[in-house]
Nanobody
Framework: QVQLVESGGGLVQTGDSMRLSCTDS????????MGWFRQAPGKEREFVAA????????NYADAVKGRFTISRDNAKKTVYLQMNSLKPEDTALYYC????????????????WGQGTQVTVSS
């Protein structure tokens, strides 16, 4: 029922900005918490950011605080990740995920995943 599709990835330079989008084709998007995760070569998948359905509860990983902003537009069934001041260390495959429980802290509850979009930041 839930189908997540990410877009917006690509190749950028250090210091650049880009915005990722994730759209859900399902009908319950507005009640789900949404999150972004990433996985770089040789590293475990890591949490990036999450947002509750209302947008009032937000959780960021320390590595991206102050640089990344998560937001959502429930009318469009879309969650965004605005990434500023990008670093080579941000290079990874970025996934969006949904959490029907609605929380933004218990990350194991995010169990529906998109296919991922590649972000590459050159030095």
């Amino acid at each position: 029922q839930v189908q997540l599709v990410e877009s917006g990835g690509g190749l950028v330079q250090t210091g650049d900005s880009m915005r990722l989008s994730c759209t859900d084709s399902g009908r319950t998007f507005s009640t789900y918490a949404m999150g972004w995760f990433r996985q770089a070569p040789g590293k475990e998948r890591e949490f990036v950011a999450a947002i509750s359905w209302s947008g009032r509860d937000i959780n960021y990983a320390d590595a991206v605080k102050g640089r990344f902003t998560i937001s959502r537009d429930n009318a469009k069934k879309t969650v965004y990740l605005q990434m500023n001041s990008l670093k080579p260390e941000d290079t990874a495959l970025y996934y969006c995920a949904s959490n029907s429980q609605g929380g933004v802290y218990f990350l194991k509850q995010f169990n529906t995943w998109g296919q991922g979009t590649q972000v590459t930041v050159s030095s």
